[in-house]
Nanobody, 122 residues
Framework: QVQLVESGGGLVQPGGSLGLSCAASGSIFSLDVMGWYRQAPGKERELVAV???????NYSDSVKGRFTISRDNAKKMVYLRMNSLKPEDTAVYYC????????????????WGQGTQVTVSS
């Protein structure tokens, strides 16, 4: 299994910045993709940003130019730097990884963290 633990959420004013971190642990063979999703009240979970182990990244249009995803493969960490935050960025942010375990390296599975609340409000 792979465990993901997020940290860094909180309350921030519009226009402010916040950073999220996610640490992966467990019987990890590979973390093929690591990324962030979010879910606002009454809405479906949506992709925010993802990064492959090779360094490719993808962002939702709503956060392009404001958010930056990065990975530290040696530390099995993924980060999300959020700038110019807007009230509509308020949501629970979830860390996700498409990963393979040592016991079943041929199989890629989805793993999720418990989520961290980000609230953008004055």
């Amino acid at each position: 299994q792979v465990q993901l633990v997020e940290s860094g959420g909180g309350l921030v004013q519009p226009g402010g910045s916040l950073g999220l971190s996610c640490a992966a642990s467990g019987s990890i063979f590979s973390l093929d993709v690591m990324g962030w999703y979010r879910q606002a009240p009454g809405k479906e979970r949506e992709l925010v940003a993802v990064a492959t182990s090779g360094g490719s990244t993808n962002y939702s249009d709503s956060v392009k130019g404001r958010f930056t995803i990065s990975r530290d493969n040696a530390k099995k960490m993924v980060y999300l730097r959020m700038n110019s935050l807007k009230p509509e960025d308020t949501a629970v942010y979830y860390c996700n990884s498409k990963a393979r375990t040592r016991t079943a390296p041929w199989m890629q599975n989805d793993y999720w963290g418990q989520g961290t609340q980000v609230t953008v409000s004055s």
